[in-house]
């Protein structure tokens, strides 16, 4: 587990640690005069706040300068990670600045794992560098299924990828509100169903707007259903697509990595099960009205496996919501232009349909494509 993902001990704000930071911020020859922590008097009725801020009282070339050093604090409204409150405090450092009144940000900043503040100075775009795995996308695996058909190697594959999720998933996380921010972000959040319904076009041929409208007003209904399965929080993947797989070989060995772990380290399995599977359904539907043939026997063996690795039946009860988001993805016009259109009516059809069952039905997937 990456350090940081967890809860941590309270900062340590020291005045030495603050005075390096300033002259890494302001120059060597800034210098510090004192600090205090504000609000020892309360904040009168408002009793919960996001944070207390440390008034630091500083020198700078001779001119003596005023600042506020604000650090949030974890909560359960969307700030459980460190990366969460990165965010706010990246907005506020970059639009403060920007409107008539507001308090003018000084400086942006992070503490390390040792309380050091270390400077992020005049930031354009962060970024990331990972290790190059070697391999190649699964998705040409899927290809060649199309083309040439089923091999023993792919049902072995497909085996694999369930019998790992199934040990992912097995780390459970006792976070009540932690898993109804994850539903909160599935159902609302912007490159989840919400987003990605405002995403189509408008109006949409395909799927006119009370078509849409309708499809909402029932995932409503099953965010408050899954109100009651809180104890699944688990460890999760959260993007676990044929795009997001290499596939290695060495001889006659094969194996995988995962890439672009997504939208944070716990939430609900049904999330990475319902992503790979309705990828297999997405091949499966090119040229076929139905999920037949070659990638109906690799969704049932995917299937099959975790649920037999897993031991997790109830997931059968929840992962309605997470089909229709996935559906919604990859029958996106945007996401996935080149789509024929029955294809594309397969798969609106099937997110509106595996809405209606309290659970799913994996071994009769043909029943949500009527």
């Known amino acids: 587990m990456r350090k940081g993902t967890e809860e941590k001990p309270a900062i340590a704000v020291r005045p030495e640690a603050v005075e390096q930071y300033l002259k890494e911020a302001f120059g060597p020859d800034a210098r510090m005069l004192g600090a205090c922590e504000m609000g020892s008097g309360g904040q009168g009725m408002k009793e919960f706040g996001y944070g207390k801020p440390v008034c630091l009282e500083f020198e700078v070339g001779g001119q003596v300068r005023r600042g506020v050093l604000s650090i949030m604090r974890g909560d359960k409204y969307g700030h459980q990670y460190y990366w969460d409150r990165a965010a706010i405090l990246i907005f506020q450092f970059e639009a403060g600045g920007t409107m008539e009144k507001h308090v003018r940000p000084m400086a942006l900043g992070y503490f390390d794992q040792d309380d ?34 089923l091999e023993d190697r792919d049902l072995k594959m497909a085996r694999a990828f369930a019998v790992w999720l199934a040990r992912i998933h097995s780390a459970k996380k006792d976070d009540a509100d932690l898993y109804l921010r994850r539903i909160r972000n599935l159902i609302g959040a912007s490159e989840c169903i919400f987003g990605l319904v405002d995403a189509y076009p408008h109006p949409y041929s395909l799927f006119p707007p009370e078509r849409f409208c309708a499809l909402e007003k029932r995932i409503i209904d099953w965010r408050w259903k899954l109100r009651g399965y809180t104890h699944r929080l688990s460890e999760v993947h959260g993007d676990f697509h044929p795009w997001n797989v290499l596939i290695q070989e060495d001889g006659d060995v094969r194996d995988f990595a995962v890439l672009d772990r997504s939208r944070g380290q716990w939430g609900e399995p049904a999330d990475d099960v319902a992503t790979m599977s309705l990828n297999f359904v997405l091949f499966g539907l090119y040229g076929h009205a139905r999920l037949t043939g070659d990638f109906e026997r690799l969704y049932m063996t995917f299937w099959e496996t975790y649920l037999r690795a897993s031991g997790d039946d109830e997931l059968l009860s929840v992962i309605a919501p997470f089909y229709v988001f996935r559906g919604l993805v990859i029958a996106s016009p945007q996401w996935y232009p080149g789509h024929p259109e029955e294809v594309r009516r397969g798969l609106l059809r099937f997110l509106e349909n595996v809405l209606g069952d309290d659970r799913f039905d994996c071994q009769h997937f043909n029943r949500y494509m009527e």
């Open 116 to 149: 050091r503040l270390i400077a992020v100075s005049n930031p354009k775009e962060f970024f990331i560098i990972s290790e190059k795995a070697p391999g190649y996308d699964y998705y040409l695996d899927l290809q060649r299924i199309q083309k040439t058909g």
